[in-house]
Structure formats: structure tokens, C-alpha cells
């Protein structure tokens, strides 16, 4: 069982940054790829991004790309995601989820799919302001 809980979030203004942190439960937690969703009122969660076990590997939605950055300290059992460039859009409900990962350290397009994740965080608001 892993548990996730994300801290971070806030409201910014356009342009600014904010920085969100999960924390997850367990001693196995780099056996887990990790991605980061979002879920902005009457629409459906998205992906934001994904991190393989080590953290040598990324995976991006082209909406962010450029902007936000996910990283991963396993010593500390954490996943970060620095936002930078905040636009009114990025405004959501973010969710960190974990999937345990067998094989090769690789992070790609089946790591932007919802139902792969086996665990979830409660999520946490973040507004960007115009």
C-alpha cells in the first residue's frame, strides 16, 4: 500500500510560480513511477506529467512543457512538481498518483493514461488569478 498526499498549492497570480510536493508512505516507493494530473471544474483529469522510478526519466503534456518541471528525491520518499509561468488555465485540482514498475527506467505515453495509476492523493486546489 502506498499513501499520497499533496502539499503546495495555493492561489498565485499570472505569471507567478508555486511549487507542489507529494509525499508518499513506504519503503518501496522507488519501485513506483509517478505522475501528476490535474481537474479543472466540469472537465475531465488530465495529465500534467510523469517521472520514472529513478527520476532520470520525464514525460510531459505539451500544455506544460517548458513551464513546469517534476522531479523526485526517493531519500525522502517526495515528488515535486515546480510550476513556473502560471497562466489562469492552469487553474485546477492537482492529484499525484503512483503505478509500481517493473522493467526498464522508462517514462512515456502509457504513464499519461488515468487507470494505469494503482494509487491517488486527495488533490489540491491551485489558482492562478488573471
Known amino acids: 500500500q502506498v499513501q499520497l498526499v499533496e502539499s503546495g498549492g495555493g492561489l498565485v497570480q499570472a505569471g507567478g510560480s508555486l511549487r507542489l510536493s507529494c509525499a508518499a508512505s513506504g519503503r518501496t516507493f522507488s519501485m513506483y513511477n509517478t505522475g501528476w494530473f490535474r481537474q479543472a471544474p466540469g472537465q475531465e483529469r488530465e495529465f500534467v506529467a510523469a517521472i520514472s522510478r529513478s527520476g532520470g526519466r520525464t514525460y510531459y503534456a505539451d500544455s506544460v512543457k517548458g513551464r513546469f518541471t517534476i522531479s523526485r528525491d526517493n531519500a525522502k520518499n517526495t515528488v515535486y512538481l515546480q510550476m513556473n509561468s502560471l497562466k489562469p488555465e492552469d487553474t485546477a485540482v492537482y492529484y499525484c498518483?503512483?503505478?509500481?514498475?517493473?522493467?526498464?527506467?522508462?517514462?512515456?505515453?502509457?504513464?499519461?493514461?488515468?487507470?494505469?495509476?494503482?494509487?491517488w492523493g486527495q488533490g489540491i486546489q491551485v489558482t492562478v488569478s488573471s
Open positions: 498518483a503512483a503505478k509500481k514498475t517493473l522493467g526498464p527506467d522508462r517514462v512515456g505515453l502509457p504513464d499519461a493514461t488515468r487507470r494505469v495509476y494503482e494509487y
